[in-house]
C-alpha cells in the first residue's frame, strides 16, 4: 500500500521521533515501496494457520524467587546522560 | 607463518607445545591490527591493555597446564555484545558512550575459557543492514577488495577474521548477519538454531530471530568456538535446556548416508549472479562425489520470507529499541527542557537512517488498524515458511544453497535503495523465521576473485552435522587459498 506523509508523520509520532518535511517525503515514497512489496504476502491462503511468534516451543521458562546479588545501584547508575546519587534525571515534568 | 595467521587450532597446539607464548601472539595480533586497520576499517574500540592483561593470565594458566582450547587466543567481539568495562556501541551515536556493567553469558563463557578479547568490531547500526554501511561510527572495507563492501551486518567481524586481524569472532545474525558477511570474506560462520546460544547480554534488534554465533577461518574453530557458547542459561528464557555435544566428534567417518536437499525455489531465485550459482553448483557435484545423495525438495513459501521478515524483525525492533530515549544511557539532547521533546529530539538525533526508517516501519505494522494485516499477517506465513522446512527435511537431512545472491558488492551501490539489499537477503532470511542453523563455507571465487559462500542448513539441533558436511567439503577442496592479498 502507499503511505501519506501525513500517516508517516503520525506513526513518527507513535515512535517519538522528528522527521524534517524533507524527509518525511523521501521516508513515505521508500516505506510504500516496501509495503507495497509486503502486500505480496496477501497472495498466501493463511485462514487456518496459527502465527507463528517464537519458532522453538518453550513453556514460560519460571524460576523461584530467591533474593540475588544485583547490580549496585552506582552501577545501574554508571551509564546516566544525568543522575544524582539515587536516580536518574530527568526535565521536570510537573509544573 | 606469522602467529596472527594461525586458526585458533594450530595455535592451540603451539601454545601447548610451549612454541609460543599468548602474550606474543596477541602481540603479533595487535601489530596485525596496526599495519591493515587503516585500510580494513574493522574495529570500533581496541583495548590493547585489557588484552595483554588477558593474554599475560593465560600464558599464567598455561604454564600450569590448565589450559582450554580457547585459552589465550585472540578474538574480536561484534559490538552489540556487552563487555564489562569495554565500550559496547552497536555502531551506533546514540550508545557511543555506552560502556556495559555486565558481561554477556558468552563473554563470562569465553573469558572462563582463558581466551583474549583484542576488541569490539564495526557492524550495522544495531545490527540493520548487509553491508556494515549503516554504521554509524565507520565504512568497513572487504579485505579482497577494499572498494567493497565486507557484507553485514557482522561486517567488521568478518573483515577482522579474514584479514588476520583476530584468529576468530562473535557475530549475531537475524536475517544472514554472520552468514553472508562471512560468504562475502570467504571464511565460515554459523548461525546456530535459536536457543542454541544464550542472548543474554546480546543488544536486542528483533528478539525471536537473533543469534549469536562465529565466524573463523575453518570449521575446525567454528566447532571449537560452539563448543564453548552453547548451552542452556538460566538467565535467557529463550535459551533450551538441551545438552550440548563435543561439535568436534562430528569432524569425522563419511557422508556416505547424508542425503541432501536441493530447494527447487533457490534455483531460479531472482539475481543470482552466474558465478554463484556455478560455484555452489560445483560444491554440490563435490559434495555428491564424497558419497551423499541429492535430492531436491521444494520450499514453496520461499518467495514470501523476505516479506514477512520485513515485518517481523522491524515489527520487535521497533518495541526492543524504544528503551533508547536518553534517560537511562545513551545520548541525550540536553537543550530540550520538556521531557517529550527530550525523547524525540535524543532519538532523532541518536539513530541513523536506516535505524529510523525500520523503527517506523515496524511502528507501522504494530499500529491500530493495521496490525492484523501486517503483523498478524506475517506470523502467520512465518509458520507456512516453518512448514515447508518440516516437510523438506522429512526427505533430507541437510539444504544445500547459495548464502548471497551476488559476491561483495561495491560500497555505495544501494545507499538510497532499500527494497532492492533487502531483498538480497533471500537465502538467509528463512533460517531465522524458522530457528533452524545455518553455516556459510567457503566454496569459491567470482571471476573477479571474490570469495563465494555454499550455505548449509539443517534441522533444529543439526549443528553437528552442518559442521560434518563442511569439514568434509572443506577437506576435499581445502582452505590454502583463503587469504586475501592486502599486504602487511
Not at chain 1, 57 to 84: G, I, K, S, Y
Not at chain 2, 117 to 126: C, P, R, T
Request: glycine letters at 8%; one cysteine or more; hydrophobic letters at 35%.
Amino acid at each position: 500500500m502507499k503511505i501519506t506523509p501525513e500517516e508517516v508523520i503520525h506513526v513518527a509520532n507513535l515512535a517519538r521521533l522528528d522527521l524534517d518535511e524533507a524527509v518525511v517525503e523521501k521516508v513515505s515514497h521508500q516505506m510504500g515501496a516496501i509495503l507495497e512489496y509486503i502486500d505480496k504476502l496477501n497472495e498466501v491462503d493463511t485462514s487456518h494457520v496459527q502465527p507463528t511468534t517464537h519458532a522453538i516451543f518453550l513453556t514460560n521458562a519460571f524460576r523461584d524467587d530467591l533474593v540475588h546479588e544485583h547490580l549496585e545501584r552506582n552501577q545501574a547508575l554508571c551509564n546516566a546522560p544525568q543522575r544524582d546519587e539515587t536516580c536518574f534525571l530527568v526535565p521536570r515534568i510537573i509544573g | 607463518m606469522k602467529p596472527y595467521e594461525l586458526t585458533i587450532s594450530q595455535a592451540h597446539e603451539r601454545l601447548k607445545q610451549k612454541e609460543l607464548s599468548a602474550v606474543e601472539l596477541t602481540r603479533s595480533v595487535l601489530d596485525r591490527i596496526h599495519a591493515v586497520e587503516n585500510r580494513v576499517n574493522a574495529y570500533i574500540t581496541i583495548d590493547e591493555k585489557l588484552a595483554l592483561d588477558q593474554a599475560e593470565i593465560a600464558d599464567g594458566l598455561i604454564a600450569r597446564d590448565n589450559m582450554t582450547p580457547l585459552t589465550g587466543i585472540p578474538l574480536a567481539i561484534k559490538d552489540l555484545i556487552c563487555t564489562k568495562g569495554l565500550r559496547t556501541t552497536c555502531a551506533s551515536r546514540i550508545l557511543e558512550n555506552f560502556v556495559p556493567p555486565y558481561d554477556a553469558t558468552v563473554i563470562e563463557k569465553l573469558k572462563s575459557a582463558g581466551t583474549v578479547i583484542v576488541g569490539k568490531v564495526n557492524m550495522d547500526e544495531f545490527a540493520m543492514g548487509s553491508s556494515t554501511e549503516n554504521s554509524g561510527i565507520k565504512i568497513t572495507h572487504n579485505p579482497w577488495d577494499l572498494t567493497r563492501s565486507p557484507g553485514g551486518s557482522s561486517g567488521g567481524s568478518a573483515a577482522a577474521v579474514s584479514a588476520d586481524m583476530c584468529l576468530g569472532a562473535l557475530g549475531s545474525d537475524t536475517g544472514g548477519s554472520i552468514r553472508q558477511p562471512a560468504s562475502h570474506c570467504g571464511i565460515v560462520g554459523l548461525k546456530p538454531t535459536y536457543g542454541r546460544v544464550s542472548r543474554y547480554g546480546l543488544v536486542a534488534f528483533a528478539s525471536s530471530l537473533d543469534q549469536i554465533g562465529p565466524l573463523t577461518r575453518d570449521v575446525r574453530d567454528c566447532a571449537v568456538m560452539m563448543n564453548v557458547i552453547s548451552g542452556h542459561d538460566a538467565k535467557d528464557s529463550t535459551s533450551v535446556p538441551k545438552s550440548v555435544p563435543n561439535y568436534l566428534d562430528f569432524l569425522n567417518g563419511d557422508l556416505k548416508n547424508t542425503v541432501v536437499g536441493i530447494p527447487r525455489e533457490y534455483q531460479s531465485a531472482r539475481g543470482l549472479d552466474s558465478d554463484v550459482a556455478d560455484a555452489v553448483t560445483n560444491a554440490i557435484q563435490t559434495i555428491e562425489s564424497m558419497g551423499a545423495r541429492c535430492v531436491e525438495v521444494s520450499l514453496p513459501h520461499t518467495e514470501y520470507a523476505v516479506a514477512a521478515y520485513y515485518v517481523i524483525a522491524p515489527s520487535e525492533a521497533s518495541s526492543n529499541l524504544a528503551r533508547y530515549d536518553g534517560v537511562k544511557y545513551g545520548f541525550r539532547d540536553r537543550d530540550k527542557s520538556d521531557l517529550l521533546d527530550m525523547y524525540r529530539s535524543s532519538r532523532s538525533k541518536g539513530f541513523g537512517p536506516e535505524v529510523q526508517r525500520r523503527i517506523l516501519l515496524g511502528t507501522f505494522s504494530l499500529s491500530s488498524g493495521y496490525y492484523d494485516a501486517y503483523y498478524r499477517k506475517a506470523s502467520q506465513v512465518r509458520t507456512r515458511i516453518m512448514e515447508d522446512f518440516k516437510q523438506a527435511f522429512e526427505k533430507c537431512d541437510v539444504l544445500l544453497s547459495p548464502v548471497a545472491p551476488t559476491p561483495a558488492f561495491p560500497i555505495g551501490e544501494n545507499a538510497d535503495d532499500p527494497l532492492t539489499i533487502y531483498l538480497s537477503d533471500i537465502f538467509t532470511i528463512s533460517a531465522n523465521l524458522a530457528g533452524i542453523p545455518g553455516l556459510s563455507v567457503p566454496c569459491g571465487f567470482s571471476s573477479g576473485g571474490l570469495p563465494i559462500g555454499l550455505q548449509i542448513m539443517g534441522p533444529h539441533f543439526s549443528e553437528g552435522q552442518l559442521l560434518k558436511t563442511a569439514w568434509h567439503f572443506e577437506q576435499a577442496i581445502g582452505i590454502q587459498d583463503r587469504k586475501p592479498e592486502i599486504g602487511s
